[in-house]
T-cell receptor, first 112, second 112 residues
Framework: DGGITQSPKYLFRKEGQNVTLSCEQN?????MYWYRQDPGQGLRLIYY???????QKGDIAEGYSVSREKKESFPLTVTSAQKNPTAFYLC???????????FGPGTRLTVL | QQQVKQSPQSLIVQKGGISIINCAYE??????FPWYQQFPGKGPALLIA?????SEKKEGRFTISFNKSAKQFSLHIMDSQPGDSATYFC???????????FGAGTTVTVRA
């Protein structure tokens, strides 16, 4: 059963704490992406990775960090430097140089 | 800075009616225009996509119309059903580029 999994579905953290969101795919896709979704603002790109051990900043990378040590995995860390981290976070993947992106089910992060 | 402008923000349609969502873009280098459908609490899923070499593409009850000279494209949902109630996002990209630029989304509610 191929697809993208994100965990956890809901995440709560206290202000000042770093938190890591998991994203795993078994589609054998080369590229992976992280988006943030806020009401009325659509999807905004945080980071993306075209190949293992390489990644690029998207439009709103400040306060976030990523790693790509394995093709299947692209974890996102929301650091304490992110001023407004409460949001719905979506991971996606695609084949190399193909525009069709497949999305995971998302993680809803709430900062208390 | 949003490269794709989407309207309306929300719409309500009666069962059996037509839903129309419009998007406009500025970057003439865009040559791939997908539409995504998202149900509450889920990740977006690709619904239909079009390239600018055609003016219309139809898949079932969903049709994309594309006007290259006006730099606009739209999604028509014919014979709208309650199961079509969702948020719809238009997007644009340069074919082969990794980044998609998303519109802000339209929440469609189909009343039975």
């Amino acid at each position: 059963d191929g697809g993208i999994t994100q965990s956890p579905k809901y995440l709560f953290r206290k202000e000042g704490q770093n938190v890591t969101l998991s994203c795993e795919q078994n589609l054998n896709h080369d590229a992976m992406y992280w988006y943030r979704q806020d009401p009325g603002q659509g999807l905004r790109l945080i980071y993306y990775s075209q190949i293992v051990n390489d990644f690029q900043k998207g439009d709103i990378a400040e306060g976030y960090s990523v790693s790509r040590e394995k093709k299947e995995s692209f974890p996102l860390t929301v650091t304490s430097a992110q001023k407004n981290p409460t949001a719905f976070y979506l991971c996606a993947s695609s084949l190399a140089q193909k525009n069709e992106q497949f999305f995971g089910p998302g993680t809803r992060l709430t900062v208390l | 800075q949003q490269q794709v402008k989407q309207s309306p923000q929300s719409l309500i349609v009666q069962k059996g009616g037509i839903s129309i969502i419009n998007c406009a873009y500025e970057n003439t280098a865009f040559d791939y225009f997908p539409w995504y459908q998202q149900f509450p609490g889920k990740g977006p899923a690709l619904l239909i996509a079009i390239r600018p070499d055609v003016s219309e593409k139809k898949e079932g009850r969903f049709t994309i119309s594309f006007n290259k000279s006006a730099k606009q494209f739209s999604l028509h949902i014919m014979d709208s059903q309650p199961g079509d109630s969702a948020t719809y996002f238009c997007a644009a990209s340069i074919l082969g580029d990794y980044k998609l630029s998303f519109g802000a989304g339209t929440t469609v509610t189909v009343r039975a």
